[in-house]
């Protein structure tokens, strides 16, 4: 269940630095929480489903490191982007 390409490229020009950035941090964070949002939805219809479950952990992993990697490079940067994508921390 990847994302449909109008969402994936909608996301990629919202959190964009420039024209074709799409491997910035702050995409790939976004791309990763819609993702992560798609997959939860899934979950709460097919709760038995273990093997998206992986996948879902493993993406939350994913943006975790990322997240962290921004925090300590650009603060101002994480803490925007935090706000914009509705994430707790």
Do not use: F, N
Not at 17 to 39: F, H, K, M, N
Not at 54 to 68: A, D, S, Y
Request: charged share 35%.
């Amino acid at each position: 269940m990847p994302l449909d390409k109008a969402t994936k490229s909608q996301i990629i020009k919202d959190y964009a630095r420039e024209d074709g950035d799409t491997g910035s941090p702050e995409v790939q964070i976004a791309l990763l929480s819609a993702r992560i949002t798609q997959l939860t939805d899934h979950l709460k219809v097919h709760s038995h489903d273990e093997h998206s479950r992986r996948g879902l952990l493993k993406l939350v992993g994913q943006r975790r490191r990322h997240l962290k990697y921004i925090a300590r490079k650009k603060p101002d940067v994480y803490h925007d982007l935090l706000q914009r994508l509705g994430l707790r921390r």
